[in-house]
């Protein structure tokens, strides 16, 4: 004898009525393979077959489908078989004993008379029944629909629907006091136009199409959704895959737990109980099952829905279940909203002060050219002075020449020739004042610092003659060109030589020049320097000079070279200052040269 583990797997063949692989189907097969699944003492293999008997019918088919399963299982010994629905039942009632005459059968998803009328044809057999009644689709129907007036009946004729045989005879709902309005085995058009315009007092009980009355097939659970699409009334289902899928609800087969129950059968048979002593049973496979969202849409009174009816798809509100992520979202959200918009109103304050700070020291560079050009008023009015004299002296000796008898023509254009010469030094002189005192607007333009270098020297040279001080310019054979503000670093270097003019005014004798320099480095920038052979800077007030209002002069501001910086950082430039090793101060700025001129 074979050990029970070298014993091969027994094998049940399912036998299916339908053709359908639909949810209804697919579900009542996972019920069965789960629970055959779970038997304890080993695995067990299952074929199923879809005899597609609703669809195809008469004695040749079913000798085919005979000869077929003949075949197909010659070599694959069944231990058991359970068909499922009532037709399926008939064909193994007829072939049993041809095809699987040991195999015991066990059957599900039959009504009570087709199960007691063909259990008797089959020598081992049992199974569980299904019976639907129109008595649990009313009530469904009149939960929904409370003055519930009238019923329309769908599906397929209903004698030729086992399950819903019995509801042929409409006695039923017309002792119950409802008008039926009967829709069974109509054209699909027909019906769809039907289900449209239903009383406002009415609900449909939905049985089931496979067929249409113009002969077309469906699978049911694409006729339902047809239907429920255009229906305007609610849809009392009677299977639970339709509850979801546009039905309202009602008491429902529910096909997981069908195939559970028949597998549950077939194990004890298979564990060796004797299918005599399994009696033919009922099926617990129904129970009211409602969709919320049709519920709302009836308006339904869930109180009045029949007790422990299970209420489907009631997916909370987005807040209910998810409250506390969303406060916290919305924390989250708002702290940075709140945070960004802190940040930008920092920015735009900046900003503000920027534009502030910027016009502040467009206003002092002014006052402070203004000063300096006060100080410089003396010295340029003497200036002035030269060239208009001369031009006064070279009028009147014109006037001379004219009034004699031979004027001499040649001396006077040379006479002319000096006064236009005089004309243009005054107004050179004029111009220049003017440039310098112009208010700022801020002007970006590529500037030759050789020739702001060489403006600012003349402008201060009838000072420096004054003071008894040379003037020196050595400037770089490149012509070193930068971008920015021509007023603003003119007056960086006017504000430099003047400070250097004004550093001998206490000294006495020695050596008295002041040297501007520019110098083009490699390192594409330009140094700008002014150095002198004055006292120098006391080596702690180094860093002091740089600050506002810093002065050691009678009359000084000290703003000059507290603006320097500033003007000279925002050209993307730094000013230092150090005395030179032999005496004196050497103030030095760079700047970043023109692009197109580096190198
Ligand atoms: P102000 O010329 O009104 O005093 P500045 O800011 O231009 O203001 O100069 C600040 C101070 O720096 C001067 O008062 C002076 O003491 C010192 N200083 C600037 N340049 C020189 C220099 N070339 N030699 C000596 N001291 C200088």
Redesign the pocket.
């Known amino acids: 004898m074979l050990a029970a583990a070298e014993l091969p797997a027994p094998a049940i063949l399912v036998l299916e009525q339908s053709d359908e692989r639909g949810p209804f189907d697919t579900d009542v097969v996972a019920g069965l393979r789960t629970t055959i699944n779970t038997r304890p003492i080993g695995p067990v293999t299952i074929y199923v077959e879809n005899l597609n008997l609703d669809r195809f019918a008469g004695a040749a088919y079913e000798r085919s489908l005979q000869g077929h399963l003949l075949v197909k299982y010659e070599d694959r010994p069944i231990a058991l078989i359970i068909a499922l629905g009532p037709m399926a039942l008939e064909y193994v009632s007829r072939w049993h004993a041809l095809l699987w005459p040991k195999a015991p059968v066990v059957f599900g998803l039959v009504d009570e008379q087709t199960a007691t009328r063909l259990a008797n044809n089959i020598q081992d057999s049992t199974g569980r029944t299904l019976q639907l009644s129109f008595a649990d689709m009313i009530t469904a129907a009149r939960s929904i629909v409370p003055g519930l007036g009238e019923v329309a009946i769908l599906g397929d004729p209903l004698d030729k629907q086992p399950l819903f045989k019995h509801f042929a005879d409409q006695k039923l709902p017309k002792l119950m006091g409802l008008n039926v309005i009967d829709l069974t085995g109509m054209p699909m058009n027909d019906l769809l136009a039907r289900v449209a315009v239903l009383p406002s007092d009415s609900a449909i009980l939905f049985t089931s199409i496979k067929s249409d009355g113009s002969g077309t097939f469906y699978a049911p659970v694409d006729a339902f959704s047809f239907i429920a699409a255009k229906a305007n009334r609610p849809i009392i289902v009677a299977v639970e895959t339709f509850v979801g899928r546009g039905g309202t609800g009602g008491f429902v087969v529910i096909p997981f737990r069908v195939g559970a129950e028949v597998a549950q059968l077939a194990l004890e048979v298979l564990n060796g109980k004797s299918i005599s002593n399994i009696p033919i049973s009922k099926s617990n496979a129904t129970k009211f099952i409602f969709d919320s969202g049709e519920l709302q849409r009836w308006n339904v009174d869930n109180s009045l829905l029949p007790r422990e009816s299970e209420i489907r798809f009631n997916t909370p509100t987005l807040w209910k279940q998810y409250w506390w992520q969303i406060t916290l979202v919305g924390m989250v959200i708002v702290f940075q909203a709140t945070l960004i918009a802190g940040v930008l109103i920092e920015h735009r304050r900046r900003r503000v002060a920027e534009l502030q700070a910027r016009q502040q020291i467009l206003e002092i560079a002014h006052m402070n050219r203004h000063a300096t050009a006060g100080e410089l008023s003396a010295t340029i009015t003497h200036e002035l002075f030269q060239p208009l004299t001369a031009i006064l002296s070279n009028a009147e000796a014109a006037e001379l020449i004219v009034n004699s008898p031979s004027p001499d023509i040649a001396e006077i254009r040379n006479i002319v020739a000096d006064i236009k010469r005089d004309d243009r030094r005054a107004a050179g002189i004029i111009t220049r004042m003017r440039d310098l005192l112009k208010k700022d607007t801020t002007k970006t333009q590529e500037i030759d610092l050789n020739e702001t270098l060489a403006e600012v020297f003349s402008l201060l040279l009838p000072q420096a003659v004054a003071c008894n001080v040379s003037f020196v310019t050595k400037l770089s054979p490149e012509r070193p060109r930068v971008i920015g503000d021509r007023v603003q670093l003119q007056q960086v270097i006017l504000?430099?030589v003047?400070?250097?003019l004004?550093?001998f005014e206490e000294v006495i004798g020695g050596q008295r020049q002041v040297t501007g320099y520019t110098i083009q480095f490699g390192d594409n920038r330009v140094h700008v320097c002014i150095t002198?052979t004055?006292?120098?800077?006391l080596n702690s007030?180094l860093c002091k000079?740089f600050e506002s209002f810093?002065?050691?002069?009678k009359t000084?501001?000290?703003?000059?070279?507290?603006i320097s910086p500033k003007i000279i950082e925002s050209h993307g430039g730094q000013i230092r200052a150090a005395n030179r090793p032999g005496g004196g101060?050497e103030?030095r700025f760079s700047l970043p040269l023109a692009p197109e001129t580096r190198e």
Do not use: C, E, R, V
């Not at 810093?550 to 002069?553: G, L, P, V």
């Open positions: 504000n430099l003047a400070n250097s004004d550093a002198d004055g006292p120098g800077i007030k000079i810093y002065t050691t002069k000084g501001m000290g703003m000059g070279l507290s101060a103030f």
